[in-house]
T-cell receptor
């Protein structure tokens, strides 16, 4: 969905490196989310933010941090990447006025060697 | 706590036959229920949702889903499958409070010509 963009789309890095994944949206939604997808495990929530001043941990926040720089921007950082953080990462946005229907970006494929 | 179960990792169906992808859920109170589809190398696309009202919900691409409160199910259906329907399908649930979606592990649908 072009309304939600993620950069980079692919990234290969080494163990111990700090990595930032960025998400931008033009949907005007207040709520933003970061998920990771692993085969057979579905999508698991890492962090979410209901507005610029609100940050909440999700199911699997250890090893990750986030920054909500503006309504339209929500970044995910891996402080010191490890191989089991190799996954597909998705950003999503939602508007409570639409029963919180979430709209997803195209994903970032991260490989940690 | 909210949870979703998709009991089938894989569903195979012949083109032109009806398809069903199963989903059961657990949530406190009345649920919001969603189906998303993921095509290869793409993000998740919203298909349909149940909020209230008619138990049969119609969505994109000819898909529909039936909400069954007594069985806590929300199965995805289509009367006549297309090869292009082959993808990964996710069911998701949230309660009526301020909570993010919880996703199932996904079901891979394969439609065979």
């Amino acid at each position: 969905d072009a309304d939600v963009t993620q950069t980079p789309r692919n990234r290969i890095t080494k163990t111990g490196k700090r990595i930032m994944l960025e998400c931008s949206q033009t949907k005007g939604h207040d709520r933003m989310y970061w998920y990771r997808q692993d085969p057979g495990l579905g999508l698991r929530l890492i962090y979410y933010s209901f507005d610029v001043k609100d940050i909440n941990k999700g199911e699997i926040s250890d090893g990750y941090s986030v920054s909500r720089q503006a309504q339209a921007k929500f970044s995910l950082s891996l402080e010191s990447a490890i191989p089991n953080q190799t996954a597909l990462y998705f950003c999503a946005t939602s508007d409570p006025g639409t029963s919180n229907t979430q709209y997803f970006g195209p994903g970032t494929r991260l490989t940690v060697l | 706590a909210q949870s979703v179960a998709q009991p089938e990792d894989q569903v195979n169906v012949a083109e032109g036959n009806p398809l069903t992808v199963k989903c059961t859920y657990s949530v406190s109170g009345n649920p919001y229920l969603f189906w998303y589809v993921q095509y290869p190398n793409r993000g998740l696309q919203f298909l349909l949702k149940y909020i209230t009202g008619d138990n049969l919900v119609k969505g994109s691409y000819g898909f529909e889903a039936e909400f069954n409160k007594s069985q806590t199910s929300f199965h995805l259906k289509k009367p006549s499958a297309l090869v292009s329907d082959s993808a990964l399908y996710f069911c998701a649930v949230r309660d009526r409070g301020n909570t993010p979606l919880v996703f199932g592990k996904g079901t891979r649908l394969s439609v065979i010509a």
